[in-house]
């Protein structure tokens, strides 16, 4: 689906901020004036652009909080949240630029100041993890126990975020929602200095212990989803914690190995890495997404150079591991997703508990990586899937 450019990354992201307008993250229209102002694949563009909207609207809602309008302000400032996460999104080839913390750290404050002003039921928590903590958003519908749902994203993504992407809706349906970040997430990553791991269980599972001291959850039914690269991760923690209700992956992925992302978009064997890596940094060069991909896997990985970023992914594999699952498990697949092209059929192959593939694609404009672009129908479907469980 293209949109506003002719770059698909910058057209995906631009997606991906205006998807959330039906959520409350976004005005269509701010996003498009935006839009056209960017040069097309110049990082440094869209950093300037995007965060201008997201300064104003900061000062705005700032504005109307001072003169006692808490709805306009808690509505204004969601969407600048959602406006410097979309920013900060190409920082991630230099670590050390200060704009990056800076501009991650609005995203989360304004998210904040809009739930505060908001009549959200919520609680922001810390979850005690090994020498750290995991930030988590905890939403209520009451005080009742109900189902929970635990979602957390993957490659790129922010607790915040998810409260757009899937909390709104699932608060709608009378399920609770806890939303976190791991190491290689957010806060986990940005403040802790923690990178990606492959034992997702053992980052699950302490959210899952917090989760159950919880009297507002029913401990038999915490439904796991996960997002993106979160679908592997959360498909790796359903596989050694069989507390987990049922699973939700979107999209289904098996592998995040680059080594055969690479074999399968036609790279060289992995016999001589120094021709690899030359040649991946003359398509960084040329391709926007390659760019993306290889700074911000050196950057969530903690890889000092392309190769150790290559063998830190060869332990991201659900092989030997996804048969291990045993509650349902929905895979979800995206026609167009041009990340993981094949991973969900790879992954629901290998299930042998019961488990669902559910396909979108341009019928209902539902064909980009996870689904965004048509977030209502996709929550609509991925909730009667669930519902359909009892």
Known sequence: ????????????????????????????????????????????????????????????????????????????????????????????????????????????????????????????VDIPFENGSLPAYFYTVDDQARP???????????????????????????YNCLTFEGPGQGGVLREQHQAFRPDWENVVSPVINYLEKRPEVLND?????????????????????????????DDGLFSFQFSKAFSAHGGEQMNDFAVIENKLKELMKQSTQVRWVIENGLYTFGAKSIEELFQKTEQYTLEGVAEQIECPVLVCEASNDHFFKGQPELLYSHLQSKKTLMKFGPEEGAEEHCHLGALNFYNQKVFEWIEGLD
Not at 7 to 28: H, K, N, V, W
Not at 223 to 236: D, H, P, T, V
Request: net charge negative; aromatic share 12%; hydrophobic share 40%.
């Open 148 to 174: 929970t749902l635990l979602v957390h994203r993957g490659y790129d993504s922010t607790g915040e975020e998810l409260y757009f992407q899937v909390v709104k809706d699932a608060l709608a349906r009378g």
């Open 1 to 124: 689906m293209k949109l506003v450019f002719n770059d698909p990354t910058f057209s995906f992201e631009i997606l991906r901020t205006m998807g959330y307008a039906s959520y409350g993250g976004s005005d269509i229209g701010e996003v498009l004036a935006t839009a056209n102002k960017i040069e097309e694949g110049n990082f440094e563009s869209w950093l300037k652009n995007w965060n201008k909207l997201a300064t104003e609207l900061d000062k705005r809602a700032n504005s109307f909080e001072t003169n006692g309008e808490k709805v306009s302000a808690s509505q204004i400032y969601f969407k600048a949240s959602n406006y410097y996460r979309t920013a900060e999104f190409f920082l991630h080839g230099n670590p050390n630029d200060e704009r990056l913390l800076k501009t991650w750290s609005s995203s989360r404050s304004t998210f904040q100041k809009a739930l505060e002003l908001s009549d959200q039921n919520y609680e922001i």
């Open 221 to 249: 039914k915490i439904i796991l989803m996960g997002i993106s690269f979160g679908g592997l991760l959360a498909a790796r923690a359903a596989s050694f914690d069989h507390r987990i209700a049922a699973c939700v992956t």
